[in-house]
C-alpha cells in the first residue's frame, strides 16, 4: 500500500512523462533509497522533502547513449555539461574509441586525443577503468562500451592490415574480460585510421563473442558519405550471424552531393530490421563534429574550426577564411591545423529531423569534452530536441521525445532499472518546464547553459537545482543487466 511507504522525497502533482511513450498524466512521485517507490495519487504519504512539481514534467534521467566523456567523467566529474541539460546517465566508449583498456606509453594517438591527456590513459583493462569511476563517483551513472580500435592498439603491431587468428584472439580476450566485468558491448568506427583496416571477419569475430556474452554492438561506419549505403550493409553484415543488436552511431547522410538519402538510409534499415535488430542514434544538429581531416574539408561545406594545436589563434574561424587567410586550399589549410578538431556543417536540416523522427533512433549528443570551443551540441542536445524540435516544430510528441531519450535508450544497451518511472526502477529523474525548455548553446557561445530543466536527481540524489549544481555527487558505474 502507498500508505506504508515511508519516502525521502515526493514530487507532487506533476505530469509524469514515465519514459515508455505512453501519454502524460498527473501523478505524486515518491522516492526513497535512491529508488522511485510510489507513483501515483499519494496524498496520504508524507515525505521529509516535498516539491510541488505542478506545471512540470517529471521524467527519467536522460541517458546520452553516445558520449565520448570516457575521461571527463574522472577529471572533471561534476559534468556540468551533460546534468545541466537533465542528462543523468552517460554511454562512453563510442566509435571505437575507448580510454580503456588502453595505455599510450608516448604520445596519444589521433582520434584518441579527442578523449583526453597522455596522463588520463591508465587503465590496461577494463576493471581498473570500473574501478575508477566507482572511486571518484561522477555527477551522472557512466555506463561503458569497449573500442575496437583500443583493442587493435593494444593487440597489434601493424594496424594497416586486418587482425590475424592470434590477434582477434588477444582482442577477444579483453573484450570477454571487459564484458565479464560489465562494459555494455563493443563500439567500432572503421572510419578511423586506427580500425581502417579491419575487415568484416575481424570485426564478426569480435561481434559473435559480445553476443554470446549479450552485450551490443554499436557503429561509427565507414563511410557516411557516397559510400553511405555499402557501409550500412557491412554493418548489417557483422550483426546478422548472431542476431546481435546494432546501434547505427549519429546517422546521417554527409556531404551536399548525400542530402536527401535519408529515405534511402532509413529504408535498408528498415529492411535489415525486418531480420535482426537495429538501432540508430542522432544530434540535432546540421553540423557533425570531429578532428580536422584534410579530406572532410571539400570547399563544399562550411568547417569551423574548433582548436588547433599548432595554431590555436585559429579556433572559431570558418576553414574558408583561413584558407583564404594563408593563400591556400581549405584541405591545405587543414593539413598546417592538425592536430584539431572542427564543426562540419554537412547535414541537411530535412535528414536530419527525418532520421530523428525514426521509432529505431535514440539521441546521442557525440559531444567532445575536450574541445576549447566545443560543438554546441555537448551542451544543447536534450533541451533542443525538447524544445526546439517537440514543442515548436511538433515533430514528434513530448511523450515520444522522452521514450527516445529514456526508454529506448535504457532498453537497447540493457540498463534495466533506468529509463522509466515506475516503482522500483533507479530514482534517476528530470523535472522540467515543457513551456521554457530550450537550449542556448551556440556555436560562438556553446557553453550556455540550458533553460527549463528545473531539478535533476540521480539515484534520488539532487544534482541540479534552479540553474546550478546542488548536493552529492552520486553516479554510478552501470553494468548491463544481468552482469555483475
Not at 528498415?270 to 538501432?279: G, I, K, L, T, W
Not at 570531429?290 to 579556433?315: C, F, K, Q, Y
Not at 534495466?416 to 523535472?431: K, L
Request: proline share 5%; with cysteine; aromatic share 6%.
Amino acid at each position: 500500500m502507498a500508505s506504508d511507504i515511508q519516502p525521502d522525497l515526493v514530487l507532487r502533482g506533476g505530469t509524469v512523462i514515465d519514459g515508455t511513450g505512453a501519454p502524460g498524466f498527473t501523478a505524486d512521485v515518491a522516492v526513497g533509497g535512491g529508488r522511485i517507490l510510489a507513483v501515483g495519487d499519494l496524498r496520504g504519504v508524507r515525505a521529509a522533502q516535498e516539491i510541488d512539481a505542478a506545471g512540470r514534467a517529471v521524467a527519467p534521467g536522460f541517458i546520452d547513449v553516445h558520449t565520448h566523456d570516457d575521461l571527463a567523467c574522472l577529471t572533471n566529474p561534476d559534468m556540468v555539461a551533460k546534468v545541466s541539460q537533465g542528462v543523468t546517465s552517460v554511454v562512453v566508449g563510442n566509435c571505437g574509441i575507448s580510454a580503456a583498456p588502453l595505455c599510450f606509453a608516448d604520445g596519444v594517438e589521433e582520434p584518441f586525443n579527442l578523449l583526453g591527456a597522455l596522463g588520463d590513459f591508465r587503465y590496461p583493462d577494463f576493471a581498473a577503468y570500473r574501478a575508477a569511476v566507482e572511486r571518484v563517483v561522477p555527477r551522472v551513472n557512466v555506463g561503458a562500451l569497449v573500442g575496437h580500435s583500443a583493442l587493435r592498439l593494444m593487440c597489434m603491431d601493424d594496424l594497416g592490415r586486418p587482425a590475424d587468428a592470434r590477434e582477434c584472439g588477444a582482442m577477444g580476450d579483453l573484450l570477454r574480460d571487459a564484458l565479464r566485468n560489465g562494459a555494455l558491448g563493443l563500439s567500432s568506427g572503421v572510419f578511423y585510421a586506427p580500425g581502417a583496416a579491419a575487415d568484416i571477419a575481424e570485426l564478426t569475430c569480435l561481434a559473435h563473442l559480445v553476443a554470446a556474452e549479450g552485450g551490443v554492438y554499436t557503429a561509427h561506419i565507414r563511410n557516411e558519405y557516397d559510400g553511405v549505403a555499402d557501409a550500412l550493409r557491412e554493418a548489417f553484415a557483422v550483426t546478422a550471424a548472431d542476431r546481435l543488436p546494432l546501434v547505427i552511431s549519429h546517422h546521417k547522410c554527409a556531404g551536399v552531393r548525400n542530402w536527401g538519402r535519408s529515405a534511402e538510409t532509413l529504408g535498408l534499415i528498415d529492411a535489415a530490421r525486418a531480420s535482426q535488430p537495429v538501432f540508430m542514434d542522432c544530434y540535432p544538429y546540421n553540423a557533425g563534429s570531429t578532428v580536422i581531416r584534410a579530406d572532410l574539408a571539400d570547399g563544399e561545406i562550411e568547417v569551423l574550426v574548433n582548436w588547433s594545436e599548432p595554431h590555436p589563434e585559429m579556433a572559431g574561424r570558418t576553414m574558408k577564411d583561413i584558407a583564404i587567410e594563408w593563400g591556400c586550399t581549405q584541405a591545405e589549410a587543414a593539413t598546417r591545423l592538425m592536430p584539431g578538431g572542427a564543426s562540419y556543417f554537412q547535414i541537411h536540416e530535412e535528414d536530419m529531423r527525418r532520421i530523428l523522427s525514426h521509432e529505431a533512433c535514440m539521441v546521442g549528443s557525440d559531444g567532445l569534452p575536450n574541445d576549447p570551443l566545443p560543438h554546441p551540441r555537448l551542451w544543447g542536445t536534450f533541451p533542443r530536441v525538447l524544445g526546439r524540435y517537440s514543442r515548436d516544430l511538433g515533430l514528434f510528441s513530448l511523450e515520444q521525445a522522452v521514450h527516445r531519450m529514456t526508454g529506448l535508450s535504457a532498453a537497447t544497451f540493457q540498463l534495466g532499472d533506468r529509463g522509466r518511472i515506475a516503482p522500483g526502477m533507479a530514482a534517476d529523474i528530470t523535472v522540467f518546464d515543457p513551456a521554457v525548455i530550450l537550449d542556448r548553446a551556440t556555436y560562438s557561445d556553446p557553453k550556455a547553459i540550458a533553460a527549463g530543466i528545473d531539478l535533476v536527481y540521480v539515484n534520488g540524489t539532487l544534482a541540479w537545482a534552479d540553474g546550478t549544481l546542488a548536493g552529492e555527487r552520486a553516479g554510478r558505474f552501470l553494468a548491463r543487466s544481468g552482469c555483475c
